[in-house]
């Protein structure tokens, strides 16, 4: 069964470092998204991606973010100038044309020193 | 705006006995509804989807759900608990489909299956 994958699975960092978190969506899905999990909170939307443009983002998506697809395979999320507050666990999630579910990753989780 | 309450942040049941777990939601709109599930240090797992078809909704490993317009409720059931079904799990709300919708999650219910 085709899975979204994430890389890596977990990333240590210094605060103002640039972090670059990689998915690998289902090959047939078009449509992208990365959603955020602090710890002992809920699961938050950050952007969503079609047609290579962003078509939603979040109060938590600022201009520290953003979003590439840089080839036909990958998409990533970087975070230009890390936080504290960055600390989180990252989830990458697709979705096929022709229905609303949306499949997530298993995470990639981030920490800020 | 959309959003979903889960009236439980934890649920423990013995094996082999039913599974409840609760979620009530709030939309302006005919809503399309969710649960995943989390299992430690993995990722999040599609479990059924409710998008406007059959109210009762059947998804994997013997979980079921009913939408309840009346009720505004999504719960999610399973007859008989197993081991395995220790994890936690979200009820999952979006708006009406126009293509790139973001999902608008509750907190989360821990479930614990007592031996």
């Known amino acids: 069964e085709p899975e979204v994958t994430q890389t890596p699975s977990h990333q240590v960092t210094q605060m103002g470092q640039e972090v670059i978190l990689r998915c690998v969506p289902i090959?047939?899905?078009?449509?992208f998204y990365w959603y955020r999990q602090i710890l002992g909170q809920k699961v938050e939307f950050l952007v969503s991606?079609?047609?290579?443009?962003?078509?939603?983002k979040s109060e938590i998506f600022d201009d520290q973010f953003s979003v590439e697809r840089p080839d036909g395979s990958n998409f990533t999320l970087k975070i230009r100038s890390t936080k504290l507050e960055d600390s989180a666990m990252y989830f990458c999630a697709s979705r096929e044309r022709g229905g609303p579910a949306q499949y997530f990753g298993p995470g990639t989780r981030l920490l800020v020193l | 705006a959309q959003s979903v309450t889960q009236l439980d942040s934890h649920v423990s049941v013995s094996e082999g006995t039913p599974v409840l777990l609760r979620c009530n939601y709030s939309s302006s709109y005919s809503p399309s509804l969710f649960w995943y599930v989390q299992h430690p240090n993995k990722g999040l797992q599609l479990l059924l989807k409710y998008t406007s078809a059959a109210t009762l909704v059947k998804g994997i490993n013997g979980f079921e759900a009913e939408f309840k317009k009346s009720e505004t409720s999504f719960h999610l059931t399973k007859p008989s608990a197993h081991m395995s079904d220790a994890a936690e799990y979200f009820c999952?709300?979006?708006?009406?489909?126009?293509?790139?919708?973001?999902?608008?999650f509750g907190t989360g219910t821990r479930l614990t299956i007592i031996p």
């Open positions: 991606f079609y047609n290579n443009e962003i078509s939603e």
């Open positions: 999952v709300v979006i708006r009406p489909w126009f293509g790139n919708e973001k999902l608008t």
């Open positions: 090959s047939n899905h078009l449509y």
